[in-house]
Each structure stands twice: as structure tokens, then as C-alpha cells.
């Protein structure tokens, strides 16, 4: 199995809205990522998860909050979004960090549309 | 900070003919690797070719290969016999060997194949 799988695929939110964006890995991966692309960009990095310890692109604003509940599951959890915010989240998985990166997988996103 | 650059917004090529993507790098790392994503329509970055730098030999992927200039920090891709498959959006992206795998992708170029 070399999937990331997302769901959902498409979510429409609201501005007061909470809704919650899911990832999931079963290769064994020690870190996952999300990231966002914006119509006609290339993704930017919002945080990064690796041996239990979360780092955090500083330029992400806090209505975005990841959770990781154990090693193969990243959640990415959405509260009082912005319609700037709509974009296509992608998520990532590899099978270490630094010396031991090789390749990013990632997922098919999530397109997010914010109303 | 490293930065990717990639000079061609589109590009476009006949069918089984041959193409070269542009993409030139900046960073004062030594330790670092170099990839091509590929994202279809689908949405899903699929990676195309991955190059270390502390490797001369330049990588080969079936029809797809780099021209790696590690002094011009330079790193180019070609595909051969293009196909209508290879139609996409093209990322060059950098990553360097003491980070947490955090990619940084250039702006992309957008390949259409003619039939």
C-alpha cells in the first residue's frame, strides 16, 4: 500500500463553521505534511509532524490546527475560516526526515471552498 | 533560504517528440535533493524523478531524465517521446538533507502535448 488517502475530496464551509480534514497513511511513514495550494501555485508547507513533535509554518494562521492521534492519521482542524483560506489542501507522508528523506507521497487533497 | 525557480510558465510539445523543463535552484547547502512532481487535472503530485546531489551521475526514469549542473545549480527535465499522459502541470522542488523534508517547489510550468 503506497496511498495517502484524504477525504473528503470537496468541502464547502461556512465562515462560522468547524470541520475537520483527514489523512491517512498505512506505510509505515514517520512524518506527514500538509500543504496548500492556492488556483495556479505551488503547494507551500503549512506543518510538518515527525517523532511526535509538530512544527509549525509561522506565516500559518491559528484557525488551522493540526492533530495527530497516533502515527498514521494527520487531521487538520478548520474553525472560523476566511473565504482566502478556500484552496486545495494536500496532505504528505515520507519515510523519514533529513538524512533519511527520500520522496514525498502525497494525496489527491481536498478541495476547500469557503463561503 | 533556498529558493526554486522555473523560467517557462508553459510549455508544449507534439506528441513523441522530445521536451525540456527548465528549473534552476539557489541555496548554500551541500547535502540536498532535487525532484520533479508531476500534478495531473487529478490533483495528485505524483513524483516523476528524484536526483541527489552528492551524485554526478544524472537519474534516469524511463522516458524521463535530468540535466543536473550541480556548479549552475541547474536542474532540467527531459521527456522523450512525449505522450498525451504527460500532459500536466511540472514542479522542480528542493530539498535539503538537515531539514524535516519541508519541499520547496518552484512556481511550475504547465506541458500540453499536441496529438
Same mark, same amino acid.
Given at each position: ?115 | ?12 510539445? =507534439? ?23 508531476? =500534478?495531473?487535472?487529478?490533483? =495528485? ?11 554526478? =551521475? ?58
Amino acid at each position: 500500500d503506497t496511498e495517502v488517502t484524504q477525504t473528503p475530496k470537496h468541502l464547502v464551509m461556512g465562515m462560522t463553521n468547524k470541520k475537520s480534514l483527514k489523512c491517512e497513511q498505512h506505510m509505515g511513514h514517520r512524518a506527514m505534511y500538509w500543504y496548500k495550494q492556492k488556483a495556479k501555485k505551488p503547494p507551500e508547507l503549512m506543518f510538518v509532524y515527525s517523532y511526535e513533535k509538530l512544527s509549525i509554518n509561522e506565516s500559518v494562521p491559528s484557525r488551522f490546527s493540526p492533530e495527530c492521534p497516533n502515527s498514521s492519521l494527520l487531521n487538520l482542524h478548520l474553525h472560523a475560516l476566511q473565504p482566502e483560506d478556500s484552496a486545495l489542501y494536500l496532505c504528505a507522508s515520507s519515510q523519514d526526515v533529513g538524512q533519511g528523506f527520500t520522496e514525498a507521497f502525497f494525496g489527491q487533497g481536498t478541495r476547500l471552498t469557503v463561503v | 533560504a533556498q529558493t526554486v525557480t522555473q523560467s517557462q510558465p508553459e510549455m508544449s510539445v =507534439q506528441e513523441a517528440e522530445t521536451v525540456t523543463l527548465s528549473c534552476t535552484y539557489d541555496t548554500s547547502e551541500s547535502d540536498y535533493y532535487l525532484f520533479w512532481y508531476k =500534478q495531473p487535472p487529478s490533483r =495528485q503530485m505524483i513524483l516523476v524523478i528524484r536526483q541527489e546531489a552528492y551524485k554526478q =551521475q544524472n537519474a534516469t526514469e524511463n522516458r524521463f531524465s535530468v540535466n543536473f549542473q550541480k556548479a549552475a545549480k541547474s536542474f532540467s527535465l527531459k521527456i522523450s517521446d512525449s505522450q498525451l499522459g504527460d500532459a500536466a502541470m511540472y514542479f522542480c522542488a528542493f530539498v535539503y538533507g538537515g531539514s524535516q523534508g519541508n519541499l520547496i517547489f518552484g512556481k511550475g510550468t504547465k506541458l500540453s502535448v499536441k496529438p
